[in-house]
Structure formats: structure tokens, C-alpha cells
Nanobody, 125 residues
Framework: QVQLVESGGGLVQAGESLRLSCVVS????????MGWFRQAPGKEREFVAG????????YYDDSVKGRFTISRDNVKNTVYLQMNSLKPEDTAVYYC??????????????????WGQGTQVTVSS
């Protein structure tokens, strides 16, 4: 069983920054591709960013490209999402997810095997 625990959410004003962290249990983190998703009230969960198992491949949704950066530390079993220039439309619950197959970076929710409990990000205007 793989457990994921997110942290770092909060309430900020538009234009400010937050960094989310997701710690993953177990010894095989370096073999997982990882992703960040978000879900706003009344909307479906959507892909935000993904990173390959080595960190060499990164992919972003167009809505966050240039503002968000995904990274990982395979020693600390942690994946990060640095969010800059936040906008009110970024308000959502943010989830990290693990793809145990580790082949490439995927935007589809169904590709991911394990999920964290989510952390709330609220951006006021």
C-alpha cells in the first residue's frame, strides 16, 4: 500500500505564491511517475502537472504553464508543486497522485494508482 500526504495549501491573495509538498511512503518512489491534479467545487478533477520518475520529463496544463513548477526529490520521497502568480481561478483542492508503472507522464486520472487526501488552495482577488 502506497500512502501520499499533501501539505502546503492555504489562503493567499492573487499574485502570491505557495509551494505544495507530497510525501510518498515506501521504498519505490523513484520508480513512480507523479502528478498533481486539482478539483474546484462543482467541477471535475483536472490534471495540473506531471513529472517522470527521474524528473527529466515534466508536463503542464496550459492554464498553469509558466506559473507552476513541478519537481521531485527521490531521496526525500517527495514531489513539489511551486505555484507562483496565483489567480482566483486556481482555487481548488489539490491532489498528488502516483503512477506505479512509471512509463512517461500521463494526464489521465485513470492512469494513476494512488492518491493523497488533498490540500485546499484558496486565492482571493
Amino acid at each position: 500500500q502506497v500512502q501520499l500526504v499533501e501539505s502546503g495549501g492555504g489562503l493567499v491573495q492573487a499574485g502570491e505564491s505557495l509551494r505544495l509538498s507530497c510525501v510518498v511512503s515506501g521504498q519505490s518512489f523513484s520508480t513512480y511517475a507523479m502528478g498533481w491534479f486539482r478539483q474546484a467545487p462543482g467541477k471535475e478533477r483536472e490534471f495540473v502537472a506531471g513529472i517522470s520518475k527521474t524528473g527529466s520529463g515534466r508536463y503542464y496544463d496550459d492554464s498553469v504553464k509558466g506559473r507552476f513548477t513541478i519537481s521531485r526529490d527521490n531521496v526525500k520521497n517527495t514531489v513539489y508543486l511551486q505555484m507562483n502568480s496565483l489567480k482566483p481561478e486556481d482555487t481548488a483542492v489539490y491532489y498528488c497522485a502516483a503512477d506505479l508503472h512509471g512509463q512517461g507522464v500521463w494526464t489521465l486520472r485513470t492512469r494513476y494508482d494512488y492518491w493523497g487526501q488533498g490540500t485546499q488552495v484558496t486565492v482571493s482577488s
